[in-house]
């Protein structure tokens, strides 16, 4: 059978495509572009056109949402930055176990089971003192009583004076139900017996799994800002440690100073308010009234009004020097954030979270103005935090 003939190619042009074939190497080991091209339309005269701003709007419904969610999920919250400040705290401890050959999962454990029996050994030595105290309660309680005795009469003086305008109307009281008052709080309680059981877990976990977090976190970001990413990391865990040794440092030296003026002073368990009244005056703004509490009640009775004055003195001295000088020294640069910005978030986060916003507010704010600086469009914001 004889076989078709084929034209010739008559473009020179095309006559290469019918050439032989010969593979070209490809080059995998290129690295892929790492930067995003913009597409977008270049004007006649050559300038980008202007890129489009958030509206204001946008920033408070974001704002909103974010305080909604910390509202409604405060128990999940609290829970896990409690958890976040003690592993700040015992990385330390477990970085010393680990320099004496320790695998890290056994230097987690080792710091999380002295972290549960100092709380254990604080809790018992408390209860201990507090049973000693009420024993002794009613050797010096009968100023208190007068007190309260006298106060009763004045209302009972003034419900009298009422029932004049009151004649002939009758109130109906609901019974309060004695099961009702017998179960009141026990859902609050449960519910923070069980969330404070998962504190010790995850504090475990955060140890020892310290170094896959963090890298895992730092890869949920896009690879141009990972580096951003890393350093901001490192700046909140410096400054979360720094606040939290550097508080505990302050709380130390000041109950050890009050505990040497009140046993001077002959205040009864002066070695137990003074450190007591010392760590209350951590709080902000309320601390100076808190730390007056302990040591002005056992005092009631045994003192006098000059040592009740040395008393006020010694609290509202200590606190000064601790704000103006301890403050300072021990926690530096770290917050650098302004009284307006420290004021409100306190004020914020304590409408929210109660008792526990006010010790949670000052490392929260602070690291929120440690994202805002390494973020573009947020350090506006920052600056404003700033001092």
């Not at 109906?172 to 449960?190: M, N, P």
């Not at 504190?199 to 020892?208: A, D, E």
């Not at 709380?251 to 046993?263: D, E, H, K, N, Y």
């Not at 704000?323 to 530096?332: A, S």
Request: with cysteine.
């Amino acid at each position: 059978m004889r076989e078709p003939r084929v034209a010739p190619v008559v473009s020179e042009g095309t006559a290469r495509l019918y050439g032989p074939y010969t593979p070209e190497k490809v080059d995998y080991d290129i690295p892929m572009a790492t930067e995003e091209i913009s597409l977008n339309p270049i004007g006649p005269s050559g300038a980008a056109p202007p890129r489009l701003r958030r509206h204001w709007a946008m920033n408070l419904l974001g704002i909103v949402l974010i305080l909604a969610l910390c509202y409604f999920g405060e128990t999940v919250l609290v829970v896990m930055l409690v958890s976040v400040l003690l592993a700040f705290v015992l990385a330390p401890v477990v970085d010393f176990f680990m320099r004496l050959r320790l695998p890290r999962p056994v230097a987690a454990a080792l710091a999380v089971l002295m972290l549960i029996a100092i709380v254990a050994a604080v809790v018992y030595y408390s209860a201990n003192q507090a049973s000693v105290f009420l024993q002794d309660l009613p050797k010096y309680s009968g100023k208190i009583r007068d007190e309260v005795m006298r106060f009763r009469k004045q209302a009972q003086t003034l419900e009298e004076l009422n029932e004049s305008s009151d004649r002939g109307v009758v109130y109906v009281r609901a019974t309060q139900d004695w099961t009702e008052v017998l179960t009141r709080g026990v859902g609050s309680a449960t519910i923070f017996l069980i969330a404070t059981s998962f504190i010790p877990f995850l504090v475990y976990f955060m140890l020892s799994w310290q170094q896959h977090v963090r890298s895992a976190t730092v890869m949920l970001f896009p690879l141009k800002n990972r580096h951003t990413a890393y350093v901001t990391l490192g700046l909140i865990s410096a400054m979360i440690r720094s606040f939290m040794v550097g508080n505990f440092l302050i709380g130390l030296l000041i109950g050890t100073a009050s505990t040497i003026v009140f046993g001077i002073l002959g205040i009864p368990f002066f070695y137990f308010v003074g450190f007591f009244s010392g760590f209350l005056s951590l709080i902000p703004y309320m601390g100076t009234l808190l730390a007056l509490a302990p040591p002005v009640f056992v005092s009631i009775g045994h003192l006098g009004s000059e040592d009740f004055f040395y008393v006020v003195v010694t609290v509202l001295g200590l606190h000064v020097i601790a704000v103006n000088l301890l403050y300072p020294k021990l926690l530096g640069n770290r917050l650098q954030l302004n009284p307006l910005a420290l004021t409100l978030s306190l004020l914020v986060w304590a409408a929210l979270w109660g008792a526990v916003g006010l010790l949670l507010a000052i490392p929260i704010t602070a690291a929120a103005k440690i994202v805002f600086d390494h973020v573009e469009s947020l350090k506006p914001y920052g600056a404003w935090l700033g001092e």
